[in-house]
């Protein structure tokens, strides 16, 4: 056995974060790992990482005992992390990134760094892993995949043994999911422990041996290869069954009014042109690969990078949106892709976030009033069910699901005709995601026209009225919601046609 | 007041305690009021310095605009004879077109603040000593400013008239920072500029504001600093003056990462500043040592922040992490 943990328990004031926890990896095995946020995943890899001291438990690797481990010995014990959020170096090339700290030296005491013998040593570590790059390649230039693959690259150049995969496809597309899945079987076929944490049950159930599934702190359940699937999962991470993910309209979408984008380019695909409409009240699912176009569309619309020709028009009226300050003044509102960066000031209270669009709003002769303020965001906070203990809290304090809450409440508290959500799940826990579904849905039914970008198939089909699907720059197609499902999408996604219905599909 | 102004208002009455002790002089009213005209002096333009530091930037050339608009003030009462309100606005007017052009500068075209700013050093001294063939301009050939003279540098039951300015200033200035929808915006933009943005913020205005703000400051500064001195030699006046307000702007609290500070942080900065090189007079340590004292006291003082912060979050931070792990 590569890897035993054995009754770990972690206590943090008043929170029981790790709680007997034991599970166990074996030489060549993939053992998926599952559970809300919050249930126990980072601080049970912050044990293995040596970055979190156990209280109770033992940690066994290769049959000898550690009562904790400090990262060093994490390190030299073979245990190597694959990180949700990277840790390359940008600035660097592949083979710098994947020896950093290892560097092959020459010269004797001037330790100059020996860059023939790094690119040597992992050249072939890179040919192992599949990678269409060099280890010359400047990382900048990498695709957020190829920069996995260096990661994946270092764990092995140090000789690592049990590699743990935390969120890896969070931002890959398709294809490169799927390359990563061969990545892992290749690893597993050369006896290589892996741990893959991910929220997207479809991947552990492709690649995962044994899933253990935790919640609140404990293991709720281990299931060996026959018994993973989507259900079993989802009931042993929540507790309860899942109801289906989608809720129709309250009413049907009305025609006509929305938004309506003509002949739309971006700086993205300067040679595409792009035409879509939205009813009000209807959830659009935005579907495609990483780099179809999809953010650049919500980038335009919402005047990041103003369209360089087209017409966007709301509710019948022509708009001309130069900034977002513009596109907010009509109405048109953008949950980012990314809210730690874009969506929030994560040092700023939640009540500072909620009301910064609309300050003037709540300000006299120039001065805030922090009564009205505080009393939005109060609203929003029971409106939205943030988990906070009052609106004055920071907001870089919430976990990720709270703080969409609170990028969503900076909207709500204004009037949104449309809303672009970028992205609105991603490392948002199960339950959460479920009152963001609820929340969109109740916004649809209010009038307002939803545009949801998501890479996430299963958000998309579960959640959108309609699908527009977008290969290269541009519409590929539009699907009805009977014509929703996931090899249509991936044909369009792919820049063919859908299989039946092919009558059906409406020319956009 | 936050937890950095009361450390710092207390290492204030602690050193101001010791020095007293030293040397009862230190609480004379003759010492005390020329203490809290230069308080006055430097206050000023620090708080102008502190907002641009809030917005992320920094302004290194003060220093230098006090020798231009001082020289130019200078030039046109004393030399052409222009009526002294007009020179005022012209001065005030100036300072304002400076901090316009380094604000466009840095959020037009995207120059960095340090850059920009360390220009304006090297140009506007330059400048200076070219208008004046590097001559010291003196202020006894003007006529008619008596009156300016008294508003100056003049005094109210006592209480120089730069310490009220700065008490004004800083009223005000704390207002527009701290209650005002532009102060919030400062601090949004200083914090996050993209999410700033994103939340329908005209950022690069925001940021150039501080700068107009900062450059208007810093010509009520040279006026008031050119009655006090009563002459302006181009090539020393105002040398360093920069790294004062540096200086205070940092010790108040104000984070060169942007987004951090406050107005009376700032003015307690430059008390102690004030305050330092003051004991450095009274006690009869070697002038040439000034800079050394107020070096090392800020050194220890940022350290003993960074220690109390650790030693706050500390436990802090253990339960933070526990709260994280219970609300996912």
């Known amino acids: 056995m590569l890897l035993e943990l054995e009754g770990i328990g972690k206590s943090y004031p008043g929170v029981r974060a790790l709680d007997d926890v034991s599970l166990h990896l074996a030489a060549g095995e993939v053992l998926g790992l599952v559970g809300e946020n919050g249930a126990g995943k980072s601080t049970l890899?912050?044990?293995?990482?040596?970055?979190?001291?156990?209280?109770?438990?033992?940690?066994?690797?290769?049959?000898?005992?550690?009562?904790?481990?400090?990262?060093?010995?994490?390190?030299?014990?073979?245990?190597?992390f694959v990180h949700q959020e990277l840790s390359v170096f940008d600035n660097l090339d592949v083979a710098a990134n994947v020896l950093m700290g290892?560097?092959?030296?020459?010269?004797g005491p001037l330790r100059l760094v020996d860059r023939r013998a790094a690119r040597a040593a992992v050249a072939p570590l890179l040919a192992r892993l599949g990678a269409d790059f060099g280890p010359e390649a400047p990382v900048a230039t990498l695709s957020i995949a190829q920069r996995q693959m260096v990661e994946i690259a270092r764990a092995l150049s140090m000789q690592a043994r049990i590699i743990i995969l935390d969120e890896p496809t969070s931002s890959l597309t398709l294809s490169e999911t799927d390359r990563l899945l061969a990545t892992i079987a290749a690893l597993r076929e050369a006896g290589t422990g892996i741990i893959y944490i991910s929220?997207?049950?479809?991947?552990?159930?492709?690649c995962a041996d044994r899933v253990t599934c935790l919640r609140d702190g404990r293991v709720v359940g281990h299931l060996a290869r026959g018994e993973i699937n989507h259900a079993t999962m989802t009931r042993l991470m929540i507790g309860r069954d899942l109801k289906s993910l989608y809720t129709p309209p309250a009413a049907v979408p009305r025609e006509g009014g929305g938004l309506r984008i003509e002949g739309l380019v971006t700086e993205a695909f300067p040679d595409r042109s792009i035409d879509l409409a939205l009813r009000p009240g209807e959830i659009l699912g935005l579907a495609g690969l990483v780099g179809a176009g999809r953010t650049s569309l919500a980038r335009a619309l919402f005047g990041v990078e103003p369209a360089l020709a087209g017409r966007i028009s709301l509710g019948g009226e022509e708009l001309r949106i130069g900034s977002p300050r513009e596109a907010i003044a009509q109405g048109i509102y953008l949950v980012p892709e990314d809210r730690k960066r874009s969506g929030l000031v994560l040092d700023m209270s939640i009540a500072e976030n909620v009301s910064l669009p609309d300050l003037d709003g709540h300000a006299r002769a120039g001065l805030v009033s922090g009564g009205s303020e505080a009393r939005a965001a109060e609203a929003q906070r029971q409106s939205l069910r943030i988990r906070a203990p009052g609106v004055a809290v920071r907001a870089g304090t919430?976990?990720?699901?709270?703080?969409?809450?609170?990028?969503?409440?900076?909207?709500?508290?204004m009037r949104p005709r449309a809303l672009i959500f970028d992205e609105p799940t991603r490392g948002v826990d199960v339950g959460a995601k479920g009152e963001i579904y609820a929340l969109m849905r109740g916004l649809a039914d209010r009038g307002v026209a939803v545009l949801m970008i998501s890479s996430d198939m299963e958000e998309v089909i579960g959640v959108s009225d309609r699908v527009a699907v977008m290969h290269e720059g541009r519409i590929a197609g539009t699907l009805a919601r009977h014509e929703v499902n996931e090899p249509n999408i991936l044909r369009l996604a792919t820049g063919q046609r859908p299989e039946q219905h092919m009558a059906t599909v409406e020319a956009v | 007041m936050g937890r950095k102004e009361l450390g710092l208002a207390v290492l204030i009455v602690a050193i101001a305690a010791i020095t007293a002790t030293l040397n009862p002089q230190f609480l004379s009213t003759v010492n005390l009021m020329n203490m809290a005209n230069l308080i006055g002096l430097f206050g000023i333009f620090s708080i102008g310095q502190g907002l641009i530091v809030i917005t992320g930037g920094i302004d290194l050339s003060v220093g230098s605009m006090f020798a231009l608009l001082g020289v130019v003030f200078l030039d046109l009462t004393a030399n052409m004879g222009v009526a002294w309100p007009i020179a005022v606005l012209v001065v005030l007017a100036l300072g304002l077109l400076m901090g316009l052009v380094h604000g466009l500068l840095v959020t037009r075209l995207g120059l960095q603040p340090f850059v920009v700013t360390l220009c304006g050093l090297l140009i506007y001294r330059g400048a200076a000593r070219y208008y004046t063939g590097d001559s010291t301009i003196s202020l006894g050939?003007?006529?008619?400013?008596?009156?300016?003279a008294w508003l100056a540098a003049g005094r109210s039951y006592g209480v120089p008239h730069s310490f009220f300015a700065l008490v004004i200033v800083a009223v005000i200035v704390g207002v527009v920072l701290h209650r005002s929808v532009f102060g919030r915006y400062l601090f949004a933009v200083g914090r996050n500029e993209?999410?700033?943005?994103?939340?329908?913020?005209?950022?690069?205005?925001?940021?150039?504001?501080?700068?107009?703000?900062?450059g208007l400051l810093a010509g009520i500064s040279a006026l008031l600093l050119v009655f006090y001195t009563s002459?302006?030699?181009?090539?020393?006046?105002?040398?360093?003056y920069e790294l004062y307000a540096i200086a205070a702007a940092v010790l108040g609290g104000c984070s060169l990462r942007g987004g951090e500070g406050s107005v009376l942080g700032i003015v307690l900065g430059t008390v102690l500043l004030q305050v330092l090189q003051n004991l450095v007079n009274i006690l009869g340590i070697p002038s040439s040592l000034n800079f050394a004292v107020m070096g090392g006291v800020i050194l220890i003082g940022a350290l003993a922040d960074r220690q109390l912060a650790r030693r706050r979050s500390a436990p802090a931070r253990v339960a933070a992490k526990g709260a994280v792990a219970a609300a996912e």
């Open chain 1, 199 to 206: 929220h997207r049950l479809g991947e552990i159930t492709t």
């Open chain 2, 194 to 214: 993209e999410a700033a943005r994103y939340s329908g913020i005209r950022t690069g205005a925001v940021v150039t504001g501080a700068y107009v703000l900062g």
């Open chain 1, 398 to 413: 919430l976990s990720g699901g709270n703080q969409q809450k609170v990028v969503l409440g900076k909207w709500l508290a």
């Open chain 2, 141 to 148: 050939y003007a006529e008619g400013l008596d009156g300016l």
């Open chain 1, 45 to 80: 890899m912050k044990v293995l990482g040596g970055v979190v001291r156990p209280d109770a438990g033992r940690i066994r690797l290769h049959g000898r005992d550690f009562p904790q481990l400090s990262v060093a010995e994490a390190g030299a014990q073979g245990i190597a």
């Open chain 2, 231 to 240: 002459s302006v030699s181009p090539s020393s006046f105002g040398n360093f």
């Open chain 1, 102 to 107: 290892r560097e092959p030296v020459w010269g």
